[in-house]
């Protein structure tokens, strides 16, 4: 008796998406246009733009780029992430570190110009990973008032300017999630530091924020950032370039997408990491599958969810049965949700109260206004999955995790 021959199954050295840092190289697509502007305003003197956008649509990566273009090509330009920062020493020593990783190798006396310069409180150190000699303020500084720490900050920034000035430089500056700022000192540390960008000739700067609704009020008229920046929106990827790139890499790896890619943008929304995530899981499942079609993405979207179950879960169990009642509606619609019959229909209290809750959530970044402005839409469509499979069903409603609301769309 012949022993069946087991199938065969496909061999890849790696999976062709990436979802995880900054993505480089063949992992990134598109953004051509973006990478151009942003080196450009880069090696500007006293150039001022401000990028904003929603979470994981590439944003960052697409600035990391832009610097490194900007340094191989021999220009000199750094990026200090503040997203992790509490304090305004904190984003003194973000510039300081980004500084010396980037440029640190050209300039070489970088770190002991900085220090030499600044003098007060700051120290020197090797990174662990790169052996850049990084500048950084005495961890004391982090409890001294905030207009001591904010002297530091317009000390380094005066310092980068002074260095660029003598080497006959444009140093380009990029601060993401630059409106941190405001949650540290408000709208006084706004003002503060506009008046240190203003001196500036030698630097130029980019400033990005994912948090639209609050960059927006940043820079409106009586606030300080107002016509200081030009602004750019940091838009979605065209969705079928998206899906075309999806498909091709798919095939790179021995996969036959049957519109694998375009399924993947319709479950996962505009932001492209989300959209990534789904077609890396796609990837991760299709081990002796030589196909993705629609039931391969709606098990890898379930997979997703499964993923994110546990922390989930606790925030969902940290809700109150009001704010739980809000989020099962918009997971099955986005619209009308201050209507008399969706509030009966999924037991929600007066208008009044359900537009305070949507509006918290905003807020805290699990909600979004749909593209039209008329309804409201999770941030994460794996969240939104997850309620309609684990809280939905609560109501007597059974949909699939894919079920999608409505037609609204970030893709313009």
């Known amino acids: 008796m012949l022993t069946p021959k087991p199938k065969p199954t496909l061999k890849r050295s790696e999976n062709p998406f990436r979802i995880h840092g900054t993505v480089r190289g063949a992992f990134f697509t598109d953004r051509d246009a973006e990478v151009a502007k942003f080196t450009k305003v880069l090696r500007e003197p006293a150039a001022k733009l401000l990028v904003y956008g929603h979470r994981r649509m590439g944003k960052s990566s697409t600035l990391e780029r832009a610097v490194e273009q900007v340094n191989a090509k021999g220009g000199h330009a750094f990026l200090a992430d503040l997203s992790t920062a509490t304090t305004v020493v904190d984003m003194s020593n973000r510039i300081l570190a980004g500084a010396a990783r980037a440029i640190g190798t050209r300039w070489t006396t970088l770190a002991s110009d900085l220090v030499s310069r600044i003098q007060a409180g700051i120290k020197i150190a090797p990174d662990p990973l790169t052996g850049a000699v990084v500048p950084s303020f005495e961890v004391g500084i ?76 940043m820079v409106e008229q009586g606030r300080a950032f107002y016509e200081l920046f030009d602004v750019f929106p940091f838009a979605a990827i065209n969705a079928a370039h998206l899906a075309q790139w999806i498909d091709d890499r798919l095939r790179g790896v021995g996969l036959q997408p049957q519109a694998a890619g375009a399924l993947c943008v319709q479950l996962a929304g505009a932001r492209t990491r989300d959209v990534v995530r789904l077609a890396r899981k796609c990837v991760d499942r299709a081990d002796g599958a030589g196909s993705i079609d629609a039931t391969a993405a709606a098990a890898a979207f379930q997979e997703v969810i499964d993923e994110i179950d546990e922390s989930t879960h606790s925030w969902w169990d940290g809700l109150t049965s009001s704010q739980q009642n809000v989020l099962r509606a918009v997971a099955v619609t986005e619209q009308g949700l201050t209507t008399k019959a969706v509030r009966e229909r999924f037991s929600l209290d007066g208008s009044g109260s359900v537009t305070n809750t949507l509006k918290a959530f905003v807020g805290d970044g699990r909600l979004m206004k749909t593209s039209n402005g008329s309804g409201y839409a999770f941030d994460n469509p794996f969240v939104r999955g997850w309620v309609i499979a684990n809280a939905v069903p609560d109501l007597g409603l059974q949909l699939p995790v894919t079920h999608i609301a409505s037609p609204t769309s970030e893709y313009h």
Not at 193 to 209: K, P
Request: glycine share 8%; no cysteine.
């Open 142 to 217: 982090r409890h001294e008032s905030t207009e001591r720490q904010q002297a530091s900050l317009a000390n380094v920034l005066d310092t980068m300017n002074a260095l660029a000035e003598k080497r006959g430089k444009v140093l380009g500056v990029v601060l993401d999630e630059f409106q941190e700022i405001t949650r540290w000192g408000g709208e006084q540390a706004e003002w503060h530091l506009r008046g240190v960008m203003q001196r500036h000739q030698h630097l130029s700067y980019i400033v990005a924020g994912s948090k639209p609704a609050l960059i927006k009020s």
